[in-house]
């Protein structure tokens, strides 16, 4: 009889600890404002890319909007600035940068994505700036100022089951 609970218990606890994955969060859509603000920070890394001196203290602007809570503001700075070192006189297209704005539109609007969807949009950050000419080693520091951002925006608290 023990031996027939025992196995029976196998199960059920092995399906417990599966569920215990950390659920995704909510992932913004934009509406035609938002998208026109995406545009307008695709513009910024335009203007980034071809060494507007204005341009990266622009894209640092438009990244205040998502915020009212100044002591993230710093946070915001220095993912622009990281972002605009790396994307300063780069190729970037059209395409590239409105890709990359609306990461970083994600980055600093999100606020209830989960750990791995964090990482997912880490590492779409770093596909989008090594395809714009960006060398590979250099776009880590960029990518741990994604997950800084998020880690001081979100409001998504964490589960005791995503502690294991």
Known sequence: ???????????????SFAACRQAD?????????????????????LSVAGRDAQAPKDLADDLHKYTETASIH???????????SLVAGTKLSEQAAQQLAHD???????????ERQVEALQMDFQMVLVSAGVPEASVQ?????????????????????EFF
């Open 1 to 15: 009889m023990r031996l027939a609970v025992r196995y029976a218990l196998i199960p059920v606890v092995a399906l």
């Open 25 to 45: 969060g909510a992932v913004p859509t934009p509406n035609a404002a938002t998208q026109n603000e995406i545009d307008d920070l695709g513009r910024d890394l």
């Open 74 to 84: 710093p946070a915001f700075d220095e993912l622009a600035r990281r972002t605009s």
């Open 104 to 114: 970083l539109w994600l980055a600093v609007s999100a606020r209830e994505m989960s």
């Open 141 to 161: 520091p960029v990518a741990q100022q994604v997950q800084e951002v998020q880690r001081l925006v979100t409001t998504r608290p964490r589960r005791w089951y």
